[in-house]
C-alpha cells in the first residue's frame, strides 16, 4: 500500500473531497497517519505567508530527502486565483508532479501519485 499524507496550505477543500475520493476508489492508496509514515505527500491551497515557515518545516523534516511531493490543483502550483503564491514562490522545494485542474480529476490525481512515485524510483 501507498500511504499519502495530505499537507492543507489554505484549500478551499474542494481538491481535499476529490483527493479523498480518489485514495478511497484505488486498491494501493491508503492515508498515511503520521507525515513520518507517508510515501508520497500532496500538497493542496495557495500557501499563504503565514503557512510558509510551517510548510518549509515539514519540508526540510519530512520530505526533501524521503518521499516526492505532488502539487495537487492549480492554488498549489501558482497561487490562482490569487494571483501569486503557491510553489511557484517557493522554488526551493521539489516537486515531483503537477496535478493542474480547477478541480483535478480523481483519474488524474491516482496518475499524478504512480508518475510521482515511478519517477522517485526511476532517481535511486
Known amino acids: 500500500m501507498i500511504a499519502v499524507y ?5 484549500s478551499t477543500g474542494i481538491e481535499v473531497r476529490i483527493l479523498s475520493e480518489a485514495i478511497r476508489s484505488a486498491r494501493n492508496l491508503t492515508w498515511a ?3 513520518a509514515h507517508a510515501d508520497i505527500f500532496v500538497l493542496t491551497g495557495p500557501i499563504p505567508l503565514l503557512l510558509r515557515p510551517a510548510l518549509m518545516n515539514v519540508w526540510r523534516d519530512f520530505i526533501a530527502d524521503r ?6 490543483g492549480r492554488a498549489s502550483i501558482d497561487g490562482h486565483p490569487f494571483g501569486r503564491g503557491g510553489l511557484a514562490e ?6 515531483a508532479a503537477k496535478i493542474d485542474g480547477d478541480p483535478p480529476t480523481v483519474a488524474a490525481i491516482q496518475a499524478g501519485i504512480v508518475q510521482a512515485l515511478n ?5 535511486h
Not at 518521499?67 to 495537487?72: D, E, F, S, T, V
Not at 517557493?90 to 516537486?95: A, D, K, M, R, S
Open 6 to 10: 495530505h499537507l492543507n496550505a489554505g
Open 90 to 95: 517557493l522554488p526551493e522545494i521539489q516537486v
Open 67 to 72: 518521499a516526492p511531493l505532488i502539487a495537487l
Open 33 to 35: 497517519a503520521t507525515p
Open 119 to 123: 519517477a522517485r524510483t526511476a532517481k
